[in-house]
């Protein structure tokens, strides 16, 4: 904690909310790399395909197993952003997108809605829910969902007044 410039006496939330940061700083540093990798091999796998037929089949089949051995951690990777997000304290506006909304509605997102559902239930964070319903082509589901955050919206207006 000092060499972050904190003194001893930082509340233990604090430490955790730092250890957060932390910990997604290095897995959206690795989610970056492992995204411009894949990218870079396609590169390489289309001039490959375009230059020369014969040899391209020797490269790019020793090239592919180098590539797609990242590709099953991308999930795991993009679920730790995801939970680490989600419990983050940091962001609490209502005006601006908050970094969970950004990241679930990426489209290079490689979550999966069996993992991080009740996660958002549990939160009440249900316009992320169909923010992510939205971008994983769920069109129905989050107009469903939206529709019904303007249903209690309008209940609790008209208990207002």
């Known amino acids: 904690m000092n060499q972050q410039g904190y003194s001893n006496d930082a509340t233990d939330d604090k430490v955790v909310e730092i250890a957060k940061a932390c910990l997604l700083k290095i897995f959206l540093n690795r989610r970056q790399r492992m995204m411009n990798d894949e990218n870079e091999n396609e590169t390489q796998q289309n001039m490959s395909n375009s230059s020369n037929s014969s ?14 051995s990242f590709l099953p951690a991308l999930p795991l990777i993009d679920t730790c952003i995801f939970h680490i997000y989600a419990s983050m304290k940091v962001f609490n506006s209502t005006t601006e997108v908050s970094p969970l909304e950004k990241f679930v509605s990426n489209t290079t997102n490689c979550l999966s809605m069996e993992d991080v559902t009740g996660v958002l239930q549990r939160k009440s964070l249900f316009h992320v829910l169909a923010l992510l319903n939205a971008c994983k082509g769920r069109k129905r589901q989050a107009l469903e969902i939206w529709m019904r955050i303007g249903n209690v919206r309008s209940k609790f207006e008209k208990i207002k007044m």
């Open 55 to 68: 040899n391209s089949s020797n490269f790019n089949s020793s090239n592919s197993i180098s590539s797609s």
